[in-house]
Nanobody
Framework: QVQLVESGGGLVQAGGSLRLSCAAS????????MGWFRQAPGKEREFAAA????????YYADSVKGRFTISRDNAKKTVYLQMNSLKPEDTAVYYC??????????????????WGKGTLVTVSS
């Protein structure tokens, strides 16, 4: 069994920053594409960012491009999401995921192998 545990969420003022982390554990080996999705109250879950197995390729939703940065540490089996210049519309539960094929496919809402339980980010105006 594989577990993804997110951390780093919280309350921040507009314009502020947060760094989310997602640590993978359990029966998972090798490198795998990872990403972040988010779900705002009353809305569908949407793609935010994804990173390839090596970390050499990254993909972002237009809504976060230029403000969010995804990175990974394969030795720690951890993926990060640095969120800067936060806006109230970034308020959502942020979910970490392991993709089934590629990071690009994650950006296209391809199949995911595993999901975390989410961490809440609230941005006040």
């Amino acid at each position: 069994q594989v577990q993804l545990v997110e951390s780093g969420g919280g309350l921040v003022q507009a314009g502020g920053s947060l760094r989310l982390s997602c640590a993978a554990s359990g029966r998972i080996s090798g490198n795998y594409p990872m990403g972040w999705f988010r779900q705002a109250p009353g809305k569908e879950r949407e793609f935010a960012a994804a990173i390839s197995r090596s970390g050499g390729a990254t993909y972002y939703a237009d809504s976060v491009k230029g403000r969010f940065t995804i990175s990974r540490d394969n030795a720690k089996k951890t993926v990060y999401l640095q969120m800067n210049s936060l806006k109230p519309e970034d308020t959502a539960v942020y979910y970490c995921a392991v993709g089934h094929t590629t990071a690009q496919a994650m950006a296209g809402y391809g199949a995911m192998d595993y999901w975390g339980k989410g961490t809440l980010v609230t941005v006040s105006s």
